[in-house]
């Protein structure tokens, strides 16, 4: 069976997101909730979408694309309220990102040759 990478990141960004959320809930709980939300949601959209074809495909991983720039968001805005050490934040921002650059690719594929 053929790996799928970007699934494998997003678990990753998941497991990262995990420690971020403990320290986030200390703070404000509705942020961590949101968090755990948008992680799961990049997560499973991804997943669900690898099986699908056609509009339902694009659709979930617009779906993932946006919960992962939502993740990356609300990590930067944990360390702009000093919540978050710098180097877990930037570390879990970047997961993020990339996981939105991956899943962005994905739902806006290349047309024609």
Same mark, same amino acid.
Request: with cysteine; hydrophobic share 45%.
């Given at each position: *069976?053929? !790996?799928? &990478?970007?699934?494998? =990141?997003?678990?990753e960004? +998941?497991?990262?997101?995990?420690?971020? %959320?403990? $320290? $986030?809930?200390?703070?404000?709980?509705n *942020?961590?909730?949101?968090?755990r939300?948008a992680?799961t /949601?990049?997560? /499973?959209?991804?997943?669900?979408? /690898? !099986?699908?074809?056609?509009?339902?495909?694009?659709?979930l991983?617009?779906?993932?694309?946006?919960?992962?720039? &939502?993740?990356?968001?609300? %990590?930067?805005?944990?360390?702009? @309220?000093? @919540?978050?050490?710098?180097? *877990?934040a930037?570390? +879990?921002?970047?997961?993020?990102d990339?996981?939105?650059? $991956?899943? @962005?690719? =994905?739902?806006?594929?290349?047309?024609?040759?």
């Amino acid at each position: *069976m053929k !790996k799928f &990478e970007a699934l494998d =990141l997003a678990l990753e960004l +998941v497991r990262a997101l995990g420690p971020a %959320i403990e $320290i $986030i809930r200390r703070h404000d709980r509705n *942020m961590a909730s949101q968090l755990r939300n948008a992680g799961t /949601s990049a997560v /499973s959209c991804l997943a669900e979408g /690898s !099986k699908r074809a056609g509009g339902d495909r694009l659709h979930l991983y617009r779906t993932s694309c946006g919960s992962a720039a &939502e993740v990356a968001v609300q %990590i930067q805005v944990a360390a702009a @309220w000093g @919540w978050l050490p710098e180097p *877990m934040a930037a570390s +879990v921002a970047d997961l993020a990102d990339r996981l939105t650059a $991956i899943t @962005w690719r =994905l739902a806006h594929p290349r047309r024609g040759g």
